[in-house]
């Protein structure tokens, strides 16, 4: 299972005698913490733990009065582990591990540290600020297909709709619960945590429906001009723009730009709006299971969506690059660049089982590209979903 190949590398890398930081970045209730204490309680080298989720953010002191509780618990060439978890929400966070990570090496002290943390936009500034040559970088995605199925025991329908945050998995039959917990534990949380509370936010209830209306038009493409239509108070599209990006940054959505051989169109195109997990769009929705199932447009959709998903979080992790393809009339759901490689992906769900005359004009366009129908007699959901990412954009 990918969580597991995860936790794997996380303990063998705070194993090893190299003096990097591990800094383990994911979105929110995806198994982080659990991992990392998993990591902890099998390695037999002392430990600190603390984590700086707390109602308001901790002064920039903290992390050295941890830091001293960690180095106590070096012992000559016998090493440590302090782990800080949402270090993000400090302010000057990096500044102040690259101060006292600077000193332990001048020291010849063998701590090793891992960052946890769950906005990227924060981590990653930070890291290319001060630890810059310091860090090695570990994605933490949504779960797998297979792992709620090996996890669960959960249909493919099930993971189709619940999404597979691992939190709400003993609440699935009980729908108006586990609804709430989405909401509430999980949306709610990351919005008013790991993004107002961070961030410079002048107009919170438009970023809150910007939210809401890419996971309403999950898995279609709308320009910030008709999103403006659809909301009271729009603003201008620069700060929708910017919230998009926010809200990208706590691994809530995602807006996949077009794709062309022109890096200055794919950056001016209009998104395709796409949530991270499944259980976003369809707690949003408030339909049930059974609604959403015998609705054949909304399976459909959903279906696209997962598969969307499922895209975005793996590339994450293998810098492979997902957009969408549209000319006039002609679209292709997913296109996936690596390199020089580019594959068009087309998924067959719901009432898309006609002719694909959008792959079609796509190999016109682009001859050297790979296709790949998803959901057909060829390759179904299930295996699309079970094959490794790299696979579809290997060498051919």
Request: net charge positive.
């Amino acid at each position: 299972m990918y969580q597991r190949e995860i936790t794997h590398t996380i303990r063998e890398r705070l194993r090893e005698k190299r003096r990097f930081m591990q800094v383990i970045l994911g979105p929110r209730q995806v198994g982080k913490t659990t991992a990392i204490q998993q990591v902890l309680s099998k390695l037999d080298t002392p430990h600190h733990y603390a984590a700086a989720d707390l109602p308001a953010p901790p002064p920039t002191e903290w992390i050295s009065r941890q830091w001293d509780l960690a180095r106590a618990k070096v012992s000559g060439r016998h090493p440590a582990i302090l782990v800080l978890d949402e270090v993000q929400k400090i302010s000057h966070w990096s500044t102040e591990v690259k101060r006292l990570w600077d000193e332990d090496a001048r020291a010849g002290r063998e701590l090793r540290v891992a960052l946890l943390g769950s906005s990227s936009l924060l981590i990653q500034k930070g890291l290319t600020e001060s630890l810059a040559g310091r860090f090695e970088l570990i994605r933490f995605p949504h779960w797998s297909w297979t792992e709620c199925r090996d996890g669960f025991r959960w249909s493919f329908d099930q993971y189709l709709y619940f999404g597979g945050y691992p939190g709400s998995a003993d609440f699935i039959h009980q729908e108006e619960r586990w609804r709430r917990y989405i909401s509430d534990s999980l949306i709610e949380t990351a919005i008013s945590k790991d993004i107002l509370l961070l961030n410079r936010v002048e107009k919170p209830a438009l970023l809150r429906q910007l939210f809401v209306l890419a996971c309403e038009y999950g898995g279609q493409i709308l320009s910030y001009q008709k999103i403006q239509g659809q909301l009271a108070d729009a603003g201008n599209t620069t700060t929708l723009a910017h919230y998009q990006t926010l809200l990208e940054s706590a691994f809530l959505i995602r807006g996949l730009p077009k794709w062309s051989g022109k890096v200055i169109r794919r950056r001016s195109s209009s998104p395709k709006w796409l949530p991270l997990n499944t259980a976003l769009l369809t707690a949003l929705a408030n339909r049930t299971f059974k609604e959403f199932r015998q609705d054949p447009q909304a399976w459909g959709r959903l279906t696209e969506v997962a598969i969307g998903a499922h895209l975005v979080n793996q590339a994450m992790s293998h810098g492979i690059n997902v957009y969408y393809w549209r000319e006039g009339n002609d679209e292709v759901d997913f296109v996936l660049r690596k390199g020089n490689r580019v594959t068009a992906i087309e998924v067959k769900s719901g009432s898309k089982w006609s002719s694909l005359p959008g792959l079609s004009e796509f190999l016109k366009r682009y001859p050297s590209a790979r296709t790949c129908v998803v959901g057909g007699p060829d390759l179904g959901l299930q295996q699309f979903l079970e094959t490794p990412i790299l696979k579809w954009v290997e060498t051919y």
